[in-house]
């Protein structure tokens, strides 16, 4: 089922997730809706506070990628960054939760360790790089209630948060 994507400025979209503690049948719906909402919506990656369900849950399907990185829909539970490298790369981000063709480059890490839970319950250690490290810092944030607007400058943040205020009175 497709479920409605919380967008900027809404407050939901600011609130601390909390970790999962069993995988339960109505986590399993959530993730499954929230493949079908991240497909709908053309998405490479989805947290579950965009859908308005603060759990730690996170969606990802890298398929359209650069690099030869995971070729299949995977859920990653309770994902915690464990280290960053000091190296930066720039990307260009964008997100669901801010739309309106709105892109802007945010400098992240080139590389994490992370870990997560799949949805069996078995513990995972990667290592991560290119547009999988991108993904995984994009997301996370969503579970901290941080979007990636919040490392733009001022400026930049106040164009954005005015074409956000556009593209919702186009729709009205
Ligand atoms: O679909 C998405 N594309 C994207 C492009 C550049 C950087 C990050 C992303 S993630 C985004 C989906 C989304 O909002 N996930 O939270
Ligand atoms: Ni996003």
Sequence with gaps: MIRPVLSAPDPRLRLKSLPVTTIDAEIKTLIRDMFDTMYAFQGCGLAA??????????????????????????????????KVSTEVVRFQDGCLS????IYEYVERPQEVMFR???????????????????????ETDHL???????????IKREKVSNRLKKYHSSLR
């Design 49 to 82: 506070p965009q859908v308005g369900i603060h759990k730690r849950v996170v969606v990802m399907d890298l398929d359209s990628g650069e690099d030869n990185l995971p070729k299949s829909p995977k859920a990653f539970i309770n994902p915690e960054i464990l």
């Design 116 to 138: 997560y839970m799949d949805e069996h319950g078995k513990s995972h250690d990667v290592h991560a790089q290119g547009l999988l490290a991108k993904c995984i810092h994009h």
């Design 98 to 101: 801010v739309p309106g063709d």
């Design 144 to 154: 901290n209630g941080v979007l990636f607007i919040d490392y733009l400058s001022r």
